[in-house]
């Protein structure tokens, strides 16, 4: 056997809606798919030669014609079968490229077929990312937790509590009351139980992975809060979603809509401790 030949160290099924797709993580850690299955997941009935796929890429995604030739060679897969690999971020890039072309009437008709496929995989990622679904997929969210774990401490954590700033506006707490028929008395007032617990659910758990959250409680005093920890990046990212949740219950009619509301924008956006990692040195 070639010892050269790259091999996957983690394999799993991504859920696009009702399709699924065979993942796979590398050994050198890119994220990607067994080949013939993307084919199968964006619809497309493949011949031998692979032409049909291959015109694809390069109408709607290039660029990605030099990463399918780095990877012409077959992987080994965990269970000692043999595949062709192709790179994550390419998917969404021909989903939405189809779906652009048909909302702008210039997809070709022996390509309208695609279309349904296409709408399920965008749906799939409105609300996790691509490199979240394939770690979840093949349990790599497991392999890289404890050290994304000591890097998001050290970028999103103090080392000490701060002094105590307001950080939820009582617009938050109106359109929260709202929900529920009672009038917001002001700041003075204790929130009932429940406000508390909409806030760690829709505030704080799209936007912080359970074992940061975890970390948190254990370092925290019983009268300090959560935000109390969070450096100016952690705040940041609590801003962004307090602003979010605040328009969302605002526009709800009651609290079974504005639950409904946030299971469909937030529900799947529980961040993984990767992937939270990978967006914070993209942002850096």
């Known amino acids: 056997m070639n010892t050269s030949i790259l091999t996957a ?25 067994v080949r013939k299955q993307v084919a199968k997941l964006l619809g497309i009935h493949e011949n031998n030669t692979g032409h ?11 660029n990605s014609l030099l990463n399918l030739d ?13 595949a062709q690999f192709f790179p994550a971020g390419v998917i969404t890039q021909i989903a939405s490229g189809v779906i652009d072309a048909a909302l702008g009437n210039t997809l070709h008709r022996a390509r309208r077929k695609l279309v349904p496929n ?14 979240a679904l394939i770690d979840e997929a093949t349990g790599y969210q497991y392999h890289r937790a404890p050290d994304a774990l000591q890097d998001l401490i050290s970028k999103l954590l103090r080392q000490s509590c701060a002094s105590w700033e307001r950080r939820f506006h009582p617009d938050y707490y109106r359109a929260i009351y709202r929900l529920f028929g009672w009038k917001y008395q002001g700041h003075d007032q204790n929130p009932p139980h429940v406000v508390g ?14 074992d940061l959250l975890n ?5 925290k005093g019983i009268s300090q809060k959560h ?18 949740v605040t328009a969302i219950a605002r526009s709800s009619t009651n609290y079974a809509d504005f639950k409904r509301r946030c299971e469909a924008a937030f529900a799947g ?3 993984q401790l990767g992937l939270l990692l990978d967006e914070l040195e993209e942002g850096a």
């Open 9 to 33: 160290s983690h394999y799993g099924v991504v859920q696009f809606g009702d399709l699924d797709c065979e993942a796979v993580v590398l050994t050198t850690g890119e994220r990607g798919y």
């Open 52 to 62: 049909r796929f291959r015109q694809i890429l390069a109408d709607f995604s290039p």
């Open 70 to 82: 780095k990877f012409e060679s077959p992987i080994l897969l965990p269970n000692g079968r043999r």
């Open 118 to 131: 296409c709408m399920k995989i965008m749906r799939a990622l409105a609300t996790t990312g691509e490199v």
């Open 197 to 210: 617990q909409i806030t760690l659910r829709w505030v704080y758990g799209p936007v912080l992975p359970e």
């Open 215 to 219: 970390e948190i409680r254990n370092r």
């Open 227 to 244: 935000h109390q920890w969070l450096s100016d990046q952690g705040l940041a990212h609590l801003e962004s979603q307090i602003h979010a």
């Open 269 to 271: 956006a529980a961040l």
